[in-house]
């Protein structure tokens, strides 16, 4: 549904805007039943304690389960941390209101991403307090009070490995942030505010910059050598702070002159080209969920994040594809392939997993499949299970039911009889007698 876009969800199993694929599969009453149930926990298993403790705990299966995978993904040597929003406008005690993000009302996540948008790790924000547990309990925790910032980027220092470069904006900065990492034996870049500057710093003022003209740099390093804060005279002045580079080597950039009406090329320092090369891992990230989003209108939160989650491990996965395949499969191709696999139960087959038929009730149960346009009325009959579920090993038991019971015609291709024969496992009837062995027929590969 992500993939194929259509305004009403229900318009998938309406009669001129039906997509074969949904409706053969499942039907429209069972996927609203399923969506508005749809849960990762038994609610009678998490303690009064535990939900006090954790205000995750709804989704928290889906979150360990995805960061597991995430951290087991290999480390590539420079890493950013940003803010992601995971959408959702209902009725939440997390919700949060950030401007300037293409989904500025959501839930804040802050992500550790590669330079090509693969996520490396994430946390949900709930709040400084257990923001700052968290990172006490890895052990990074300074003996002094952190900001929000500080403890985002302290709560990824477990996740990467020692001589890995992180980079960050202004949002994440502070002095003593900087120390920190340098202890944890990282590197960094990071864009400065101007109030956020170091007490011992002196640099030059707007109005110098200004005067030496467009594409002027000044740099500042520390005494002991730490890092070094480079100046960069753009539109205004720009601030950067690296612990690698400083102003050289310089290149050059194109930027619009309004003075001179045409593109003019002006130099760039290091730190500046090596920031704009690496930061944006989480923007590319959030880029590609919004291409094929797994849109569901509801005012459940748990439901908007598990399908956010979704379509992060489906993002990954399809990064992971291209390293290890080297195949151009665009991201559309790659997600309907999987889309496909999930419902005709591919995966879960090579996977050595039981693999359920894709719409396993009666035919007396199955409600029509449009409501709102009026078609004529037959009985449906009930959708064959994949191949490879119906061979998938000794899965399958003969299942008589009473003689008093109606006959049901055989779903074997090709015969027509009618018997009291159903398969345990597909749920079809099949013949079963001393002339007619359709049982075995069936589930032959």
């Known amino acids: 549904m992500s993939v194929i876009g259509i305004p009403r969800i229900r318009m998938y199993w309406e009669r001129y805007t039906r997509i074969d694929l949904i409706c053969r599969n499942m039907t429209r009453d069972r996927y609203f039943k399923i969506r508005s149930n749809l849960k990762v926990v038994d609610d009678n298993m998490i303690t009064v304690a535990s939900r006090k403790c954790d205000r995750l705990w709804k989704i928290r299966p889906i979150l360990d389960s995805v960061r597991s995978r995430c951290l087991e993904l290999p480390r590539p040597g420079k890493v950013s941390v940003d803010e992601s929003m995971i959408p959702f406008r209902g009725k939440c005690s997390l919700r949060q209101h950030v401007p300037g993000k293409p989904n500025p009302d959501g839930l804040k996540c802050f992500v550790l991403a590669s330079p090509n948008g693969t996520v490396l790790d994430f946390e949900i924000f709930t709040g400084k307090e257990p923001l700052t547990e968290i990172v006490r309990e890895h052990g990074v925790l300074p003996d002094r009070n952190v900001g929000i910032g500080e403890a985002a980027v302290l709560r990824f220092v477990r996740s990467v490995d020692p001589g890995t470069i992180m980079y960050f904006d202004r949002y994440f900065t502070s002095p003593a942030l900087l120390l920190e990492l340098i202890k944890h034996n990282l590197l960094w870049y990071r864009y400065y505010k101007k109030n956020m500057l170091p007490k011992g710093a002196k640099l030059k003022s707007e109005k110098e910059m200004a005067k030496l003209g467009r594409g002027a740099t000044y740099n500042q390093v520390r005494s002991d050598g730490a890092y070094a804060i480079t100046q960069w005279h753009d539109k205004k002045v720009v601030l950067m702070a690296s612990t690698i580079h400083s102003t050289e080597p310089q290149d050059e950039c194109k930027r619009w002159s309004k003075k001179e009406n045409k593109h003019i090329k002006v130099n760039r320092p290091a730190a500046v080209r090596e920031y704009n090369v690496a930061m944006g891992g989480v923007d590319v990230h959030d880029q590609i969920l919004s291409y094929y989003r797994s ?151």
């Open 295 to 445: 849109s569901s209108k509801t005012n459940k939160w748990t439901v908007r994040c598990i399908l956010h989650f979704l379509d992060v491990a489906t993002s990954n996965a399809w990064m992971e594809y291209k390293v290890s395949c080297g195949e151009l499969k665009k991201y559309l191709d790659f997600k309907m392939s999987l889309a496909i696999q999930l419902i005709d139960g591919a995966l879960w087959s090579n996977a050595g997993q039981q693999q359920g038929p894709s719409d396993n009730h009666d035919e007396e149960d199955e409600p029509n499949c449009s409501a709102e346009m009026p078609v004529e009325k037959r009985q449906r009959s009930q959708p064959l299970p994949s191949k490879d579920f119906r061979t998938n090993e000794a899965k399958h038991m003969p299942l008589a039911l009473p003689p008093n019971s109606e006959f049901k015609r055989c779903r074997n291709p090709g015969c027509m009889e009618k018997c009291r024969i159903m398969c345990s496992s597909c749920e079809v009837f099949l013949c079963l007698t001393s002339g007619r062995n359709c049982f075995i027929a069936f589930h032959s590969p």
